[in-house]
């Protein structure tokens, strides 16, 4: 059964720190993605890293796919409070078989 | 927008009830599913549809059955609802089955 982890599972900082968070399995990913999610809303679509060792960018967030594509990392510059919420990863099996499945996620919070 | 509703947003009901949630989708895509979320569970998977009349369980399917007589609607069913169904509920739709999924906005059933 593939498993994700996140790491840490909640994180509360002040504006203008920065920050990493983790996400983590024993299992092959063919990609993975990032969502985050608001309070009362459904999770939206950061970004989806689909080759070992690729970084991607966002303004001031900083996506990584580890080499083996078994985890992953989302690094924040300067947070601001617009960047409170609930960030989620989701990684796609190799096979065609696999489901996406998601991790528990990380709770983040900017305080002003 | 991915153009993605549910209704109802809120429900309370009592154990033993049976419960139908609706997701609406104006995209026409294929694909949609059903997901539950709990704290420190993340999304999980309930049911997913892959076109009219074509249906399958996911990762937490006992209780639920679905329904999707229509492209635009999936109907999540609970047949006697219990403590353990009380959760946030999300539906979510992509264009194929290992593509993106966009999510709606979530229900939240509460079930005494």
Redesign the interface.
């Given at each position: 059964t593939q498993l994700?982890e996140q790491s840490p599972?909640f994180l509360s900082i002040q504006e203008g720190e920065n920050l990493t968070v983790y996400c983590n399995s024993s299992s092959v990913f063919?990609s993975l993605?990032w969502y985050r999610q608001e309070p009362?809303?459904?999770?939206?679509?950061l970004v989806?890293v689909v080759t070992g060792g690729e970084v991607k960018k966002l303004k001031r967030l900083t996506f990584q796919f580890g080499d083996a594509r078994k985890d992953s990392s989302l690094h924040i510059t300067a947070a601001q409070p617009g960047d409170t919420g609930l960030y989620?990863c989701?990684g796609?099996g190799e096979t065609?078989y696999d489901?996406?499945i998601?991790?528990?996620?990380t709770s983040l919070s900017v305080i002003p | 927008d991915a153009g993605?509703t549910q209704s109802p947003r809120h429900k309370v009901t009592e154990t033993g009830t049976p419960v139908t949630l609706r997701c609406h989708q104006t995209e026409n895509h294929r694909y949609m599913y059903w997901?539950r979320q709990d704290p420190?569970?993340?999304?999980?998977?309930i049911h997913?549809s892959y076109g009219v009349k074509d249906t399958d369980k996911?990762?937490v399917s006992d209780g639920y059955s679905v329904s999707r007589s229509k492209t635009e609607d999936f109907l999540l069913t609970l047949e006697s609802a219990t403590s353990s169904q009380t959760s946030v509920y999300?539906c979510?739709i992509s264009v194929g089955?290992?593509e993106?999924?966009?999510?709606?906005?979530?229900t939240r059933l509460l079930v005494l």
């Open positions: 994700l599972q063919s993605q009362g809303e459904g999770p939206v679509l989806t989620l989701a796609e065609s489901k996406v998601f991790g528990p996620g | 993605i997901y420190g569970h993340g999304l999980r998977l997913y996911g990762e999300f979510a089955y290992r993106t999924q966009y999510f709606g906005p979530g």
